[in-house]
């Protein structure tokens, strides 16, 4: 290391990350002819050929297009070999944990954990994933380059150029892992860099940049930061110098400025404001709100998972304040809450919603029941609130997946279900409710569905098994005698008789929760359709009894509340995943949709990484939705003459 370039602080004791940062920094200076690692990687795949014989299966049918298909397994682009500019081995393709690595934990430089319920998206589908424009004099990228149109690559090189700027534009390219703009002359790079979470590697060597941009903490899996050959400030060059990149990229995270504020979600109504009107001035009119929020356990709220989040706006003391305000805004009917610790709801939120005229019911993952006093107080549940003034619980159910698989007869002789179903804990709280003043009964089911996108089956079968035993449940709630009225007022007041129910469904139905599961699954399919066929794609081959036999069915004519306003972009917001799998579901038979909480703005989510953040405390947003109640036609006789405008009220 005695030839090091000066400025290196060769003089000083070398730590190992610096050195490391020195070699690769004489590495890229030997790179700076026209296209050097496409013609290396060219080189070395010519060597290759010629030296070795390739093994290849006899059975396998090549494509009629005579290109090769990479197989389900290898999506991910960096395994692709059909590159006409194969890319050459960078320290992410190296690295043990690639393009195969669990979707559980997003940093590929962190170790997995026991769990992370949250789906991956995979970069497009390309034939090729590295581009190597190094060395060619560019002197400018347009802003309306078609180089931002390449989503696909993960491989860009731009080295050894006379780039003086590089466009905002860049974050388009949300899959590179490697970006070399090293031998340019930047003075600084965009801050819309830090949309690019998944690089690794981001080579700034030789530059003029002498400040960063703090929206560059966002790159929480970045190994190298190549910083060498700049008038950087001594601060943050010494940083790298002494504890790597994580160091400076942590620092820049915390440090970052808090940008502004989305603008407030705006109600969607589904209804017109003729028919809110005339609603408003009916007496028979009842309504009721539903909120479905999975708060994020603070027991998953971990830099591993989201790296990309300022560490006091990961913290629970900073979330659960912005948590609280949320769901107490809205003032919601009932609040269904997912991955809510003992802990949470025993000392925070029962404490604060009491005020609010809430009471709660709180069950945790069966997990529980196996650990001592002071760890099961970090075990996650599912929480449900009701207004205490409005309705009067009636009853309460636990549904234990895993127990009441077991307990089906036709699922016993199924190795499947044991080495696929029983091992997971995931639960839903069921709750049958009465309006203390209309008697109208409402059933709400809050529910958590298994995460991992390899066990699709195992969420299927826990979607089938929920709404089998909420028809049970509702079979016997509608056989409960109608309450009568509890004050002279209600006996007084001009309302219907209490209605009856011939059967669980009429009552009025709503299941909520974190389905992990996208409209394109067999869960949503299912859920909304009231079927599956018993070979759905879905159920993997595996075999689960009656529901690969007959395929499951419900009868609850179940909508997803948000479809009823044109549907919402997304319910989960990461780095990884963009998309929808939070939904509150309701029997469409008696409940109708009157509006429900907009999407966050599009224009605050295209300069945001990811949730949380330092605005929204959970991965996933809230969602609240407002329904009115169809009249039952099942109903006592009324002492006084009923008009026939109430059957057809709606």
Known sequence: MGQASPGSAASQVITPHWQQQLLKCEMIRSSRLPHHRARASAMASRTVTKSAIPITNPNHVKPTNGTDVPDATSKDGGASTASSTPAPTTASESSPVSANSAPNHPSATVAPISEAPRPTAEPPENTWNSLDMGGVNLKTIPHNSGLFTFMFLINLYLNHNSLTAVPPEISKLRHLELLDLSGNALTTVPPEMGMLTQLKELYLFDNQIVILPPELGSLHQLQTLGIEGNPLDATLKGMVQKDGTPALISYLRDTCPMPPPPPQRVWKNVISPAERDALANDPHTETFSVLCYNILCEKYATEKLYGYTPSWALSWDYRKELILTEVMAYD???????????????????????????????????????????????????????????????????????????????????????????????????????????????????????????????????????????????????????????????????????????????????????????????????????????????????????????????????????????????????????????????????????????????????????????????????????????????????????????????
Request: charged content about 20%; aromatic content about 12%.
């Open 332 to 650: 919601a009917d009932f609040l269904c809450l997912q991955e809510v610790d003992i802990a949470q709801y025993e000392d925070y939120f029962v404490k604060h919603l009491q005020g609010q005229d809430y009471e709660g019911i709180y069950y945790p993952k069966s997990r529980y029941k196996t650990m001592s006093d002071i760890e099961r107080r970090q075990v996650d549940g599912c929480a449900t609130f009701y207004k205490a003034s409005k309705y009067q619980l009636v009853e309460r159910q636990l549904i234990e997946f895993s127990t009441v698989a077991m307990q089906r007869p036709d699922f016993k002789k199924t190795d499947d279900m044991f080495n696929r179903v029983l091992g997971k804990d995931h639960i839903a709280v069921t709750c049958l409710f009465e309006n203390k003043k209309t008697g109208t009964r409402v059933i709400v089911a809050n529910a958590h569905i298994h995460w991992d996108p390899n066990f699709r089956d195992v969420k299927l079968v826990q979607a089938a098994l929920l709404v089998e035993e909420i028809e049970t449940i509702a079979a016997y709630f509608s056989k409960l005698p109608p309450r009568p009225p509890i004050s002279l007022d209600d006996q007084l007041g001009p309302s219907r008789p209490p209605p009856m129910y011939s059967d669980g469904s009429k009552i009025p139905t709503i299941i909520c929760g974190d389905f992990n599961s996208i409209p394109s699954s067999g869960v949503w399919e299912f859920l909304s359709t009231g079927s599956v066929p018993p070979d759905h794609p879905d159920f993997m081959s595996h075999l689960y009894g009656r529901y690969t036999t007959e395929g499951p069915k419900h009868r609850l004519s179940l909508k997803s509340a948000y479809a009823a306003a044109g549907d919402i972009s997304l319910t989960n917001y990461t780095p990884r995943f963009q998309g929808v799998i939070d939904y509150i579901w309701y029997s469409a038979g008696n409940l109708s949709v009157n509006a429900v909480l907009g999407e966050v703005d599009k224009g605050y989510l295209e300069k945001v990484v990811g949730f949380p953040n330092v605005h929204f405390p959970s991965d996933h947003v809230c969602l609240v939705s407002e329904f009115r109640v169809k009249p039952v036609r099942d109903t006592l006789p009324s002492s006084s003459t009923t008009s026939t405008t109430n059957g057809t009220h709606s």
